[in-house]
T-cell receptor, first 115, second 112 residues
Framework: AQSVSQHNHHVILSEAASLELGCNYS??????LFWYVQYPGQHLQLLLK??????LVKGIKGFEAEFIKSKFSFNLRKPSVQWSDTAEYFC?????????????FGKGTSLLVTP | NAGVMQNPRHLVRRRGQEARLRCSPM?????VYWYRQLPEEGLKFMVY????????ESGMPKERFSAEFPKEGPSILRIQQVVRGDSAAYFC??????????FGNGTRLTVT
């Protein structure tokens, strides 16, 4: 079945630690890829997206993600996390075979950054 | 530049009542999406609409749920005869087309 998998459901890091959140998808063909963040009590906000071109994508707040087509992966990274990065992170895929522009989301990864 | 507006933020309904959730997309956006979020389950796609048309409703339960996006006014997600299992956060998003989605703050529905 077509799906988006986020391997880590809960991650706890100390401030200044490096972060990598995994995302794999199982759609064939061309896809658009996204990472969204949801801070406590807030709506989802776009961190970064990949449509085409350079597979290393830089987003807001120091986040980046790398699209590896052969591995069907789009992992999110940040070299040094801050307490304010505590949030829920969602990977999303838009298969180009869809009848529209809807995104399919992973289950999310809850990140807690401790001081 | 107002974002996606959803109301109400919180909605409490007794079993058997109807719930109406409203979503006003961002200015200039003609595509609207509804998602449901349950704890530990992430965001589940429900329905995708353009003005006056349902484009994809593959994620909508077959009974009791309906959605519309009229020519004038907000998009409405309607749940008839609510049950406890309908308790969730419902998020609306909009886009101008093939770009990324912009999300609203959500409506948290509690069925008692």
């Amino acid at each position: 079945a077509q799906s988006v998998s986020q391997h880590n459901h809960h991650v706890i890091l100390s401030e200044a630690a490096s972060l990598e959140l995994g995302c794999n998808y199982s759609y064939g063909g061309t896809v658009n890829l996204f990472w969204y963040v949801q801070y406590p009590g807030q709506h989802l906000q776009l961190l970064l997206k990949y449509f085409s071109g350079d597979p290393l994508v830089k987003g807001i707040k120091g986040f980046e993600a790398e699209f590896i087509k052969s591995k069907f992966s789009f992992n999110l990274r940040k070299p040094s996390v801050q307490w304010s990065d505590t949030a829920e992170y969602f990977c999303a895929v838009r298969p180009n075979s869809n009848s529209g522009y809807a995104l399919n989301f992973g289950k999310g990864t809850s990140l807690l950054v401790t001081p | 530049n107002a974002g996606v507006m959803q109301n109400p933020r919180h909605l409490v309904r007794r079993r058997g009542q109807e719930a109406r959730l409203r979503c006003s997309p961002m200015k200039g956006h003609s595509h609207v999406y509804w998602y449901r979020q349950l704890p530990e389950e992430g965001l589940k796609f429900m329905v995708y609409l353009q003005k006056e048309n349902i484009i994809d409703e593959s994620g909508m339960p077959k009974e009791r749920f309906s959605a519309e996006f009229p020519k004038e006014g907000p998009s409405i997600l309607r749940i008839q005869q609510v049950v406890r299992g309908d308790s969730a956060a419902y998020f609306c998003a909009s886009s101008p087309g093939s770009e990324s989605l912009h999300f609203g703050n959500g409506t948290r529905l509690t069925v008692t």
